[in-house]
């Protein structure tokens, strides 16, 4: 397996320098890119899965386990504030539960039932779309899942980081994002883990970008929280009209910072104040 394979540069790591061990990660990174580039259509492909799972009114489940499973949470969580949409439309089940974002829980990835059980307990339903992450390819508690899945009818997608694997054969599309052994043998939080939210990333923006949430290149439905997302909220009504920055942050404060709202307002008036 590609993954728990020997990486021959790295034979001996033990003895290099911060400066040696740093360069060599750096060097072999490179790989992650062009892994990820090779599974440019699939990720397209999973892109556009994952809009019409949004625009039929489903979600996108991810499942994963270790550090999958917590890349997984991560992609899931940014989605409302960066594209305004509720937390319950990008969903990540992770084997061992919440804890397991905070905690290595390394048993419960040998626990397929339970990814069943989970997969029921949130009423997977047809309009979703399940996409499955394991670096092995073959961890029970992610195949289960994707099999299930896919039994129910329900489209899946399956991402790993090694040939010809259970998970990959499991799955309506199969993504291989082949980054090879690692510099530390079997550590795929490295190579592995960083092609996984490069993928996730493409994945979930495009998918974001064509259910229309984005405005050119603009994140029009950033839900302004804090005091930076709010300057962001400004800058962005100052792209998109003739405002200045004290006007925008005028309308969006009497338009509970709704960027859309502001800009539709700002378009409407804009002929009449020209003509």
Known sequence: MGTESRHPRSIGLDRMSAREIVRLMNEEDAAV??????AELGLARAAEAAARAYQAGGRVVYVGAGTSGRIATADAAEMPPTFGVP?????????????????????????????????????????????????????????????????????????ANNRDSELLEAVDLPILLDTGPEVLTGSTRLKAGTSQKLALNAISTAAMVLSGKVIENLMVDVAAKNDKLKERCVRIVCELTTLHEDEARQLLESHAWNIRRVVAVVRATEPAATS
Request: glycine share 10%; charged share 25%; with cysteine.
């Open 33 to 38: 890119l062009s892994a990820v580039s090779r």
């Open 87 to 159: 937390a319950s439309k990008f969903v990540a089940i992770v084997a061992g539960g919440e804890a397991a974002g905070r905690t290595a829980v390394e048993s419960a990835e040998d626990n397929g039932h339970l990814a069943i059980e989970e997969l029921e307990e949130i009423g997977l339903a047809r309009d979703d779309f399940v996409v499955c992450v394991a670096a092995s390819g073959r961890t029970p508690f992610v195949v289960a899942a994707a099999r299930h899945a896919k039994q129910k009818g329900v489209p899946t997608c399956g991402i």
